[in-house]
């Protein structure tokens, strides 16, 4: 079976899946090991590289990390002058090869979305939240999503340990809270305006004052 993206097409070798034609923009070809996910998210994934790639034309450097939405991949350069796509454990303690945590927490994420009938927008690596005491430790979790810089996500974590203060907030990567609390990972790309209560009844609406 063969896809064109962009003029691009994508081919299904093996287990594998991998671009014919991107070589004259970066030098090497994208291959992607497919596994638990259905086919067809794992050429939406080739799909947002070939745009990043066509579109911003990089240097593509070996062991180069690239987000994919909310997670991060890393571009191994193999002996066939491809490159592979790993992508970072759920808990941050290495590369494996493939993506399909990256696309679970996509799929997650966009499906909470549309169940509230929202426009997803995706934290990165990159940006800052905002934390109390205790949503490192599992505790359960009240959160806000306020307008924020691009440095921001604009979230906003606490606990039952938070008494108000907000001397007592942390302003931490992103990265350090996808870690530690997976069970959150599909509400985070909710837009400004909605809230969540993380328990064991989960609850998740919109709160238009935020947005005032």
Not at 55 to 74: F, G, M, R, V
Request: aromatic letters at 12%; one cysteine or more.
């Amino acid at each position: 079976m063969m896809n064109t993206i962009r003029n691009i097409q994508i081919i299904s070798q093996e287990r594998y899946l991998i671009t014919h034609g991107l070589k004259k923009f970066i030098d090497f070809e994208l291959s992607v090991l497919t596994q638990i996910h259905d086919e067809s998210e794992y050429i939406k994934l080739l799909s947002y590289l070939i745009d990043y790639i066509i579109d911003n034309k990089p240097q593509i450097k070996a062991d180069q990390t690239i987000t994919y939405h909310s997670w991060l991949l890393k571009f191994i350069i193999d002996v066939d002058s491809r490159i592979n796509i790993h992508e970072l454990t759920s808990n941050g303690n290495g590369f494996v090869e493939g993506a399909d945590y990256s696309i679970k927490v996509v799929i997650d994420q966009i499906n909470e979305c549309n169940k509230h009938n929202a426009a997803p927008l995706f934290p990165t690596f990159s940006q800052m939240i905002v934390v109390s005491k205790g949503v490192l430790d599992n505790d359960v979790i009240n959160a806000v999503r306020y307008p924020s810089p691009t440095h921001m996500t604009g979230w906003w974590l606490t606990t039952d340990l938070y008494d108000g203060d907000v001397k007592s907030l942390q302003t931490i990567h992103y990265y350090h809270v996808a870690f530690k609390r997976s069970d959150i990972m599909r509400y985070l790309a909710l837009p400004p305006g909605f809230r969540f209560y993380a328990a064991d009844k989960p609850d998740v609406w919109f709160d238009s004052d935020v947005l005032v």
